[in-house]
T-cell receptor, first 112, second 110 residues
Framework: QKEVEQDPGPLSVPEGAIVSLNCTYS??????FMWYRQYSRKGPELLMY????GNKEDGRFTAQVDKSSKYISLFIRDSQPSDSATYLC????????????FGPGTRLSVLP | DVKVTQSSRYLVKRTGEKVFLECVQD?????MFWYRQDPGLGLRLIYF???????EKGDIPEGYSVSREKKERFSLILESASTNQTSMYLC?????????FGPGTRLLVL
């Protein structure tokens, strides 16, 4: 079993839809959870960062962490064509970069 | 804004060639990282450096070496390129909990 699992997609939704992206993990020691967005031919950029359990909201984006289920989610409300990208989850026991574990990414297309 | 730049966006090399990938950051960060990104596998850490002349192996260091002579510059070296090193290479730095990535170098080894 991989340490972090993520459905690779592709996921296609119409503009305005609510998008749900998810990752599951096996290491219960993970405390730091991140979502990165990666546009085609670009490096990943940090979208959301959460420590431990709970929700975090930033504009149209909401990150949820359920440590009891070892499950994290990213919700995108009112999705836009500009949200079309690959979304990577990442997690870590501590916040030292060398310990980040990344999911393979989910490719999202938002159709106008 | 943190800026991480990589010397090339695309490279085509022949099997057996020595390949240098360079990364420069402008924020005086201590830690720098080299990852490779392959479809279905996500990002995998090759090497990282926590200071000048200091380096540590990541998860997949075989076939690679690194050099950090100056704080702002971290180089990845493929001593003898092989076709299985065809990949997207990403350099990153870290500021507290946030990793900042460069644009990536897409390397094709023929």
């Amino acid at each position: 079993q991989k340490e972090v699992e993520q459905d690779p997609g592709p996921l296609s939704v119409p503009e305005g839809a609510i998008v749900s992206l998810n990752c599951t993990y096996s290491n219960s020691a993970f405390q730091y959870f991140m979502w990165y967005r990666q546009y085609s031919r670009k490096g990943p950029e940090l979208l959301m960062y959460t420590y431990s359990s709970g929700n975090k909201e930033d504009g149209r984006f909401t990150a949820q962490v359920d440590k009891s289920s070892k499950y994290i989610s990213l919700f995108i409300r009112d999705s836009q064509p500009s949200d079309s990208a690959t979304y990577l989850c990442a997690m870590s026991v501590n916040n030292y970069g060398q310990n980040f574990v990344f999911g393979p990414g989910t490719r999202l297309s938002v159709l106008p | 804004d943190v800026k991480v730049t990589q010397s090339s966006r695309y490279l085509v090399k022949r099997t057996g060639e020595k390949v240098f990938l360079e990364c420069v950051q402008d924020m005086d960060h201590e830690n720098m990282f080299w990852y490779r990104q392959d479809p279905g596998l996500g990002l995998r850490l090759i090497y990282f450096s926590y200071d000048v002349k200091m380096k540590e192996k990541g998860d997949i260091p075989e076939g690679y070496s690194v050099s950090r002579e100056k704080k702002e510059r971290f180089s990845l070296i493929l001593e003898s390129a092989s076709t299985n090193q065809t990949s997207m290479y990403l350099c990153a730095t870290i500021d507290r909990e946030t990793q900042y990535f460069g644009p990536g170098t897409r390397l094709l080894v023929l």
